[in-house]
Structures are given as structure tokens and as C-alpha cells.
DNA sequence: CCGAATTATTTTAAGTTTAAAATATCTCCA
DNA sequence: TGGAGATATTTTAAACTTAAAATAATTCGG
């Protein structure tokens, strides 16, 4: 998480600096910390109630909720593209899961290489009392939003998620095989 | 973080089940979700770019940002509360940055408990170098956004993370003496 | 069918991160 | 002025995270 604050950087710039490669990316640079702190802002109160409340991490709870949409289970594939962690963080919270009971895994029927992951009845019971709970702070820390502002940021995330996308995937820092052949594996 | 990502979610909610504390939550679900992978799809780009055009891990960037815009030096406290990071994390990082030659540490004058924290003549040089980059970087990723765009975000942003803030102060659930004296700390 | 390339996962090493306890210092008021 | 409480930092243990290398299994063209 870049953790950089989004104030005191100057307002006023001079047209004429706008120059190639080197210019005038004030604004972007602004909206791009705002962003970062307020999505900190909430993750970090967010984590602080999972585990003040539930005793959970927020890594653990995310992965959860990832299986309980997939009650036929997923493969540590699927889990670490929907969750954009690596495949070893995926391994290893698989791993601590299961020996909480939360999590169960079992040899992916067709393909030797592959486990399915799923939520085992405790973890479904645990997850969904969690999940309420998670949902009523994430409104109430966005109560200060009235429908309108939801739609228009909702709108305007997307279009900077696609915006985003075409420009990670335009300009690729490391050309690899996998970069350039397949373009399917993102989420959206 | 909380990787979860914003495909999926029922779009449509019956408005009868709109009850205190386990109703249609849904709208700002949604958004939450979206904002995280929007967030995260950026700053899994500008690591990586990182990395492999600097050789530096983000946290080090974040910190080494916050130096270059204090000149004569920062305590582990502000830099931990500007970065919204535990003030151990800051420790370890500064230590690792120091060990670089990248930053100084010196005590601060008038306070033996604390230290002030500054970028080294090689640690600025290093960071005007990355700063620029990345300020390009983030130009691109942000490309598909035009002024009017930039401008309703950093709006509706604002307001989101007011009401963030006031919500989390609001309903602390851990309320500590500090929670209740002091407001002045956060950035804004 | 063979083998090269791809895919799924684990392992490894290093770094990041947190919460909580421990130290050390400072403040301030009774 | 003495000491209680607050503040600044470090330490500790555990968890999280990544990138890269290593394993193992699959796919697919020839």
C-alpha cells in the first residue's frame, strides 16, 4: 500500500513546464493520493474492526469471501487473480485456514496439479456472521454519500479502473509470453 | 488490503428488507469493492514499475516521498502518522533505508526520546529521479480521465473520506484516552 | 508418442506489517 | 518537586507479502 498523504502539494503550475515526458502531472498525482488515503483510511478501520470484533485478519476474511461465492470451491489459482496476491500468499493463508477448520482442500478432480478450496461449514457459519457485520460498517462509513455520489463515483472508478488497465497492459515493464498471449485472466 | 474484487454482486435488492443494522447495504458494498481493486490495480503497477526500473520496494518510496518534503527532517512519529503505518513498521524501514545510505538518523535536539529523520544528499538525488517517473507513470495510468473527470473525483473522494473519518471517530471501538483528546493528529 | 512450452502450486529468502509489551523520556499538576 | 500519565521509540512474535526458483503435471504441435 503506497501510504502517502494527499495535502500540501502546490495548486498553481506553470503552463509552460507542460513538456514531454516531464510535465505538468500535478493533477494526476494529486487525485491518485487522495485516493490511496482514503481507501487506507477505511481498509485500516475496516481491518481494526475484523479484528477487534471477530479476532480475524483482513487477508483471511478476504480470502473467505472469495469462497463463499463459489461453494463448489476454487482452485489457488483462481483465489490468487481474484484476490491479486501472489500464488505463495495464497499457499500459506490456504494453509493457516485450514488448520483453523475454517477452510477445506481437496484434489481438484482432472487435473493432478490443482486443489479446490472451499469454506467448510464453520467457515460459511463464521464468514457469514462476519460478512453482516462488514457490510453495515462499510455503510456506515460511507453514510456521509448520498445515491447520487455512489452512482457518479461508482462511473468514475470504473472508468479509471479501465484507464488503469489499458495502461498497465499497453505498456508492459517486463514482456513476457504469458503477458502477451493471454488476455482473459483479469477480473473485469 | 482487502482484495476482493467488484464483479458479481446482485444488482437488484428488495426495498422492504431495508432494516436497521441487516439491510441493503449493497450500493456501498459495491463502491468499497470498486475503489479497492481500482486502488490496488494502480499500485500493483507502480510497484512493479518500481522495482524493476529502480529496484525499490514501494514502502521505501512512500517514506522516502515523505522525507523529500521536509527538508530539515521528520520524527518516526509524524513519518508514521503521515504514512498511516505502525510507528514499528517505520523503525524497521528507516533502519533498512539508513543501512542504503539512502536516509539519516539524528537525535532530535530538545527531546532525547526522539530521533529526526532526513533524506541524504544520495537519497534525494535517488528520489527526484523515481519521483519523476512515477509522476508519469501515475499520468498514464490516469490517461483515460480528463480535467472534468479528475476534478468530480477528487470531489466525490473528499467527501468520501470525510465521511470515513467521521464515522471512524464516531464509533471508535476501542476508545482509549488518546482516541478521545486528541484530533489534530490525522493529515486532514 | 515426444518433448517443448505452459500452467498450477510450493518453496525460499527477504522484506513488510501489525499489535502488544517494554523502555525511555517528557509534561504537568497537585 | 514528585509522580502519574502521556508520548516517542524499540522490541518481539507472528502473520502477511512478494519475487524468483523449483516441482510437478498438462497441453499441444509435429
Redesign the interface.
Known sequence: ????????LPETVDAETRVQ??GD?H??????L????????????????LR??FDVT??R??LM??LE?APDGMTLGDLSR????SAGNVTGLVERLVQDGLVERRPAPGDRRSALVSLTDSGRASFETMA?AH??W????????D?G??D???G?????????????EG?P??STQATLAKKDTA??
Open positions: 500500500m503506497e501510504k502517502l498523504v494527499d495535502e500540501d515526458g516531464s502531472h493533477a494526476e498525482l494529486r487525485l491518485w487522495r485516493m490511496l488515503t482514503c481507501t487506507n483510511l477505511i481498509e485500516c478501520e475496516i481491518r481494526s474492526l477487534t470484533r483482513l487477508p476474511f478476504d469471501a472469495q461465492r481474484r484476490m491479486m496476491v453482516a457490510a453495515d462499510v455503510a456506515d462509513l460511507f453514510a456521509g454519500l445515491a455520489d455512489i457518479a463515483l461508482m468514475l472508478l470504473a472508468k479509471a479502473k479501465a484507464s488503469a488497465r489499458v495502461a498497465a505498456a515493464h517486463v477480473d473485469g
